[in-house]
């Protein structure tokens, strides 16, 4: 079966710009997870949904945002991009978070911010 | 508080023994995974263990979970080039703030000499 997609692989974005991060989980699976992994901060947990709500936000400021809708599929949005948050977007999905299943992640998305 | 700490490198000789060693704060933990991370990719969940045992081999690799000092570690028998990654060790908290949330370790960058 699919694994967890994420789009784009890479993107290259300017300061002050907004960007718009896909996820798409395994079939089946309700909870969707982000991580940011920086080389200084190491991995860093955003926020989880489940069935469309958010239910757990990291220590971000309000600049980071998602959503995830009515088919599990999660996107995250970064407004007013700054230098700092360069770094590789995880998402992870969960049949049932907390479990042996674990939780699966996709391959990331690179974000550089220039 | 939640916080989980690693060594940050090993290195072996191909065919030795690696052993990964993870400390963690939240006594309240019910699993604690361990991934792997290639240069390039995701995280790899390799295997967990339930905070109620005290360990769990699977095939090269033996977790064993020391609950009255919160220690975590992970040995990899016969270690192989295909090995060298980074690995990083997770916990899950327990419900009800069971919302897929892991909390990671810095990551241990295992280097294999041939």
């Known amino acids: 079966k699919a694994g967890v997609t994420q789009t784009p692989r890479y993107l290259i974005k300017t300061r002050g710009q907004q960007v718009t991060l896909s996820c798409s989980p395994i079939?089946?699976?309700?909870?969707v997870s982000w991580y940011q992994q920086t080389p200084g901060q190491g991995l860093q947990f955003l926020f989880e949904?489940?069935?469309?709500?958010?239910?757990n936000k990291g220590n971000f400021p309000g600049r980071f945002s998602g959503r995830q809708f009515s088919n599990s599929r999660s996107e995250m949005n970064v407004s007013t991009l700054e230098l700092g948050d360069s770094a590789l977007y995880l998402c992870?999905?969960?049949?049932?978070?907390?479990?042996?299943?674990?939780?699966?992640f996709g391959s990331g998305t690179r974000l550089t911010v220039v | 508080g939640e916080d989980v700490e690693q060594s940050l490198f090993l290195s072996v000789r191909e065919g030795d023994s690696s052993v990964i060693n993870c400390t963690y704060t939240?006594?309240?933990?019910?699993?604690l995974y361990w991934y792997k991370q290639e240069p390039g990719a995701g995280l790899q969940l390799l295997t967990y263990?339930?905070?109620?045992?005290d360990m769990k081999q699977d095939q090269r690799l033996t977790v064993l979970l020391n609950k009255k000092d919160k220690h975590l570690s992970l040995r990899i028998a016969d270690t192989q080039t295909g090995d060298s990654a980074i690995y990083f060790c997770?916990?899950?908290?327990?419900?009800?703030?069971?919302?897929?949330?892991?909390?990671f370790g810095q990551g241990t960058t295992l280097q294999v000499k041939p």
């Open positions: 997770a916990e899950v908290l327990l419900p009800p703030s069971n919302t897929g949330k892991l909390i």
């Open positions: 949904y489940f069935s469309e709500t958010q239910r």
């Open positions: 263990i339930f905070s109620n045992m």
């Open positions: 992870a999905s969960s049949l049932v978070p907390g479990t042996p299943y674990g939780y699966t």
């Open positions: 939240d006594s309240s933990s019910t699993y």
């Open positions: 079939s089946g699976h309700r909870s």
